[in-house]
T-cell receptor, first 116, second 111 residues
Framework: DVKVTQSSRYLVKRTGEKVFLECVQDMDHENMFWYRQDPGLGLRLIYFSYDVKMKEKGDIPEGYSVSREKKERFSLILESASTNQTSMYLC???????????????FGDGTRLSIL | GQSLEQPSEVTAVEGAIVQINCTYQTSGFYGLSWYQQHDGGAPTFLSYNALDGLEETGRFSSFLSRSDSYGYLLLQELQMKDSASYFCAGLLTGGGNKLTFGTGTQLKVEL
């Protein structure tokens, strides 16, 4: 079974802090994703990585950056945390695909981040 | 932009059939996936429609009509454990297995 592990289940930080959220997958997946989930808005893609050191912006990248130094690890960084970044953050991974075929995305249990 | 709309909440009784609709406003999707998420849990993949028509997997079926920009998830013989949130997600063209998720539907199954 694919396992996607997020480093913290709950996290409380203060405004202005630099925050790191870590995600590790154990299935040698090429693709990794960071989403935030807010009530009524579904899951929104923040950043996506299709290979080591490669990244693409998603729909809401402002205020975030990412790092992928190793294939199994994808980090989300809040450069200067703000209260509007209080949310549930979900990491996912999947195999590479193309031509309209889909590969299921496998999700971690999420990190509920509160910025005070 | 790309958006997928779903009803926010659906309630049904155990043993019944329920349909969760997903309408979208974009031409940039290869197909439509469905994910289930229990409270406090991770989303899990249910199904994918690459072509128009019905795909059946046990008690769950999913349907896609590209001409109508519309899909649905059909759950039969509802069980209490089906109470969860359900998300449709469009597979974006351009590669990378990227998805745009719908707003989500909370399904409540009652006795």
């Amino acid at each position: 079974d694919v396992k996607v592990t997020q480093s913290s289940r709950y996290l409380v930080k203060r405004t202005g802090e630099k925050v790191f959220l870590e995600c590790v997958q154990d299935m040698d997946h090429e693709n990794m994703f960071w989403y935030r989930q807010d009530p009524g808005l579904g899951l929104r893609l923040i950043y996506f990585s299709y290979d080591v050191k490669m990244k693409e912006k998603g729909d809401i990248p402002e205020g975030y950056s990412v790092s992928r130094e190793k294939k199994e690890r994808f980090s989300l960084i809040l450069e200067s945390a703000s209260t509007n970044q209080t949310s549930m953050y979900l990491c996912a991974s999947s195999l590479q695909t193309g031509g309209g075929r889909v590969r299921p995305q496998h999700f971690g249990d999420g990190t509920r981040l509160s910025i005070l | 932009g790309q958006s997928l709309e779903q009803p926010s909440e659906v309630t049904a009784v155990e043993g019944a059939i329920v349909q969760i609709n997903c309408t979208y406003q974009t031409s940039g999707f290869y197909g439509l996936s469905w994910y289930q998420q229990h409270d406090g849990g991770a989303p899990t993949f249910l199904s994918y429609n690459a072509l128009d028509g019905l795909e059946e997997t046990g008690r769950f079926s999913s349907f896609l009509s590209r001409s109508d920009s519309y899909g649905y998830l059909l759950l039969q013989e509802l069980q209490m454990k089906d109470s969860a949130s359900y998300f449709c997600a469009g597979l974006l063209t351009g590669g990378g297995n990227k998805l745009t998720f719908g707003t989500g539907t909370q399904l409540k199954v009652e006795l």
